[in-house]
């Protein structure tokens, strides 16, 4: 995933009006796990995934599937809370799901920006260390704990590629507009992070890609209160930025590296 990839066409304004004919092909044997399926991209990867591989685990803190989901046999609805033990359990569930059908999509789409009493900081005046902490806690330290406690479920299969939801905001060489403290500075650890768990599976699972992947500014309620300034043509939709990742993971390769990349497939600086 060194070279510069060129950005997939942009999906059609409208969607659909009604849903797809139900997949005929053979679907491939082996089992997919979104984190964070009840996000915009999240369910949009999980609905994805469910159209290539025979079994998808949806994990999320809500209740229910949305309708998207729901209606796909092959999906396993799992609800999580995001604490260590609750973290654990479940990947425990995923674990006995893989026993037939071997793990290899894993997508962590989990993060935050925004929330209640909360916004991205414009000065340092604005800094908060309960808000810093909370940042930390659900960018950076979530994805990892879902990573560990699923890396013996990833080891055991022969091939797997894990991508977890970073930010361009989180690279220090590209930062020219400050700001934004708190989101950046977790997005920067979840990649040195990320970094490495890559060099230990290099060393204990080398046949376990890992990517980082930015998916530009999305149609989701992450970034709903900051898509006025954006043009229409860079404000894409969660299937297209779906489909664009499962594209890229398809291309990565499990060489002890994390790839960092944009929706485009073009490599972002550390």
Sequence with gaps: MTKTAKEPAKEPAKEPAKEPAKETVMKEAS???VIGAG????GAAAKALAQRYRQVVAVSRQPAAPPALARCDNVQWLVSAAEEAAINEAAGVIADACAEQPLTRVVIATGTLHGEG???EKALRELAADTLGHLYQVNAVLPLLWLAALEPVLRRSEAATVAVLSARVGSIGDNQLGGWYGYRASKAALNMLLRSAAVE???????????????GTTDTALSKPFQARVPADRLFSPGWVAKALLEHMDEARADG?????????????W
Excluded at 208 to 214: C, D, K, N, Q, W
């Design 39 to 42: 996000g915009g991209i999240g």
């Design 31 to 33: 089992t997919a796990v």
């Design 201 to 215: 599976f290099g060393r204990r699972a080398p046949q376990v890609a890992l990517l980082a992947f930015h998916p």
């Design 257 to 269: 590296e994390l790839h960092f990349v944009d929706y485009a497939g073009t490599p972002i600086p």
């Design 118 to 120: 909360y916004r991205p």
